[in-house]
Every structure is written in structure tokens, then in C-alpha cells.
């Protein structure tokens, strides 16, 4: 099941600098998009989402970029912080039954060298 | 901040054995869900809960887990006879318009 896929294993970034996640989705009935951070032995932590009649939508460094016609998504971070080290995960939803019901992607290994 | 909180963190059970994880949601939240992770694998779905029943569920879900709001604040994820594969963490989670907040997670190793 490959629905929703991150495929940058990991990304190194300077602390200051932008961080830049990607994610791609295939089902075209997804209609609201999530980023998650996690730590190791922690639940993931909710970051910011956007619902599919929107482009962008910010909160302070965190903004996430919605393109429908290519199914793709982006999470930037600016300025990158050696805090923000961590998974972060893409999530989708379709809405409707599948109300809530999340499909995860693999996730991105972001590491912010100071 | 409210949040979401699960028991027990870590669970080890023989195989066969039955297990019962706990989750208390965020309070004001109506849907509730289980999501499990295997080591090195995607967060998966399990099911979600609303109105005091099951709204959706996984082809993982089968047979052998339930899941019960036993009273206005528990969420249980009960697995009737745990498999070696069921080894993994298990989040819950309790949403209130559409944003998912995760508790910590159980670790469960079955052996």
C-alpha cells in the first residue's frame, strides 16, 4: 500500500536554514493533509494540516503546500532549528466513512546540524 | 495542554495470551482510533470509533481485537490471543475536527 509516499529516507540541513519535505500521494479522494513530527518512544506530535480547497497554509515556521494536480505536498521549516530533529510523517485522509482514518507515510529523517 | 494518555508504555505477554491496552483520549473528543507501527515499518490504521461504535476498520483488525469505551473516559484495544507478529507499538489517538493527537504509544513484545 503505497498511497501516501515520502521518498527522501533522510535529510541534513544547517541550523537557520530552510528544511524542505516532500510527500506524494496516488488517491485522489484524499481531501485533508497532515504533518507529524515524532521522537523515538514518543506518539507522533501534530504539526500543521491543510484541507484540499487550500494551496498553503502557515503556522510561524511551519508552512505546508498543497499541489492537487500533482498529488504532491511539502512541509518547510524556517529557519530550521537543531530542535526540529526528528521523524516527521506525512499523513492523508479521504473523509466521508474513512473519516479520520489516516494513511501514514513512510516518514523523513530530518537532522539540523547546529 | 491536554493530552492523550495510554498504559500501560511497555507490554510483554506469551504468545496466545490475551492483552488489553488502555487509552484515555483528550476529553472533548469524539472519534477515537488505534494505529499500530511494526519496527522499521509505516504508521498502519487499525480502526476508528464513533458514537460508542466501530466506524471503520483495517484488514488488519480482524478477529482477535476488539476495542470497548468501557466507561466516559477509557478506550481499550483488546487483542483475544496475541501472535508474534502482533509485536509492535500501539498508538491511540482522539481527533475533534479532523487533527489527530496521538498518545505516547504501548509497546507491546510478544514472545
Known amino acids: 500500500d503505497q498511497q501516501v509516499k515520502q521518498n527522501s529516507p533522510s535529510l541534513s540541513v544547517q541550523e537557520g536554514r530552510i528544511s524542505i519535505l516532500n510527500c506524494d500521494y496516488t488517491n485522489s479522494m484524499f481531501d485533508y493533509f497532515l504533518w507529524y513530527k515524532k521522537y523515538p518512544a514518543e506518539g507522533p506530535t501534530f504539526l500543521i494540516s491543510?484541507?484540499?480547497?487550500?494551496d498553503k497554509n502557515e503556522d510561524g515556521r511551519f508552512t505546508v503546500f498543497l499541489n492537487k494536480s500533482a498529488k504532491h505536498l511539502s512541509l518547510h521549516i524556517v529557519p530550521s532549528q537543531p530542535g526540529d530533529s526528528a521523524v516527521y510523517f506525512c499523513?492523508?485522509?479521504?473523509?466521508?466513512?474513512?473519516?479520520?482514518?489516516?494513511?501514514f507515510g513512510q516518514g523523513t529523517i530530518l537532522t539540523v546540524h547546529p | 495542554e491536554p493530552e492523550v494518555t495510554q498504559t500501560p508504555s511497555h507490554q510483554v505477554t506469551q504468545m496466545g495470551q490475551e492483552v488489553i491496552l488502555r487509552c484515555v483520549p483528550i476529553?472533548?473528543?469524539?472519534?477515537f482510533y488505534w494505529y499500530r507501527q511494526i519496527l522499521g515499518q509505516k504508521v498502519e490504521f487499525l480502526v476508528s470509533?464513533?458514537?460508542?461504535?466501530?466506524?471503520?476498520k483495517s484488514e488488519i483488525f480482524d478477529d482477535q481485537f476488539s476495542v470497548e469505551r468501557p466507561d466516559g473516559s477509557n478506550f481499550t484495544l483488546k487483542i483475544r490471543s496475541t501472535k508474534l507478529e502482533d509485536s509492535a507499538m500501539y498508538f491511540c489517538?482522539?481527533?475533534?475536527?479532523?487533527?489527530?493527537?496521538f498518545g505516547p504509544g504501548t509497546r507491546l513484545t510478544v514472545l
Open positions: 476529553s472533548n473528543h469524539l472519534y
Open positions: 470509533f464513533y458514537n460508542n461504535e466501530i466506524s471503520e
Open positions: 499523513a492523508a485522509s479521504a473523509g466521508g466513512t474513512s473519516y479520520g482514518k489516516l494513511t
Open positions: 491543510i484541507s484540499s480547497i487550500k
Open positions: 489517538a482522539s481527533s475533534v475536527q479532523g487533527k489527530e493527537f
